[in-house]
């Protein structure tokens, strides 16, 4: 019984990998492998293939044991790779905003969850990517806007609540429509003045929205270390 140690995609492409790397193309690794291209495709796309296949593949990319996808050894190694590989273009990420830090960002996919975001945020600030189209644009804007003002209205009744949800809703399903997601992220930081003497300082939660094209998935956002309110 075979059994795949890594996930998939992982594995077809670091086959993917090992085969640019030896300088190979679809094409010959199939003729090495007495192969037809569309196994090699689909490996290399992450969907099942034979044992046979694989094990023929594995010897063709230079593995000395035809089963070395399936050995606990292999996958540790692989995992190890990508691991250190992220690490290191997070780091250079890093090293190009010396003056940002990183916070975790989630997909805002609901009216509600707009609607809680404008609730306990103090300030916000908006990103709308530059490779999303002019009409995708104009909506994200008005989105936007809508939180914003919706975060200058101090009390509400439920009612005007779940009016408020259900537009914000409609505009994101607009959003997805055309291509676009929204993220949010939210950092709590105390500001004071220079002249404040022994005043305490102003807690204050200060949201961040960011409309991205929907192939670009997100889990952190970049943002200014300090920041000064106008």
């Known amino acids: 019984m075979n059994t795949t140690l890594l996930d998939p995609k992982t594995l077809g492409f670091w086959a993917r990998c090992v085969r640019e790397a030896q300088h190979l193309s679809q094409e010959a690794l199939a003729a090495n492998s007495s192969v037809n291209i569309r196994t090699v495709q689909r490996f290399e796309a992450g969907q099942p293939i034979n044992v ?9 990319l230079g593995y000395t044991n035809p089963d070395i996808f399936d050995d606990p050894k292999f996958m540790e190694n692989v995992l190890e790779f990508f691991d250190s590989l992220q690490a290191q273009q997070q780091q250079d990420l890093d090293d190009q905003h010396p003056d940002h830090v990183r916070i975790d960002a989630q997909a805002l996919v609901t009216g509600d969850a707009a ?6 945020v103090n300030a916000v600030s908006f ?5 999303l189209t002019d009409e995708t644009k104009q909506l994200a804007a008005s989105f ?3 939180v914003q003002d919706l975060m200058d209205v101090d009390d509400f009744p439920v009612s005007s609540r779940l009016g408020f949800a259900k ?11 055309l291509g676009a997601s929204v993220y949010s ?5 105390k500001f004071r003045g220079a002249d404040w003497g022994d005043k305490p300082s102003w807690d204050m939660t ?9 192939d670009r998935e997100l889990t952190q956002l970049y943002i200014p270390r300090r920041m000064k309110l106008a």
């Not at 609607?115 to 306990?120: G, I, Q």
């Not at 990103?127 to 490779?131: K, Y």
């Not at 992220?185 to 930081?189: L, M, P, S, V």
């Not at 200060?206 to 929907?214: E, K």
């Open 52 to 60: 046979t296949s694989r094990r023929l593949i594995a010897k063709a």
């Open 115 to 120: 609607a809680h975001f404008a609730d306990v």
């Open 127 to 131: 990103t709308i990517d530059p490779a």
């Open 144 to 146: 936007c806007d809508y």
């Open 167 to 177: 537009d914000l809703n409609g505009i994101l399903e607009e959003l997805r429509e």
């Open 185 to 189: 992220a939210t950092r709590d930081r």
């Open 206 to 214: 200060v949201g961040y929205l960011a409309i991205m094209p929907a």
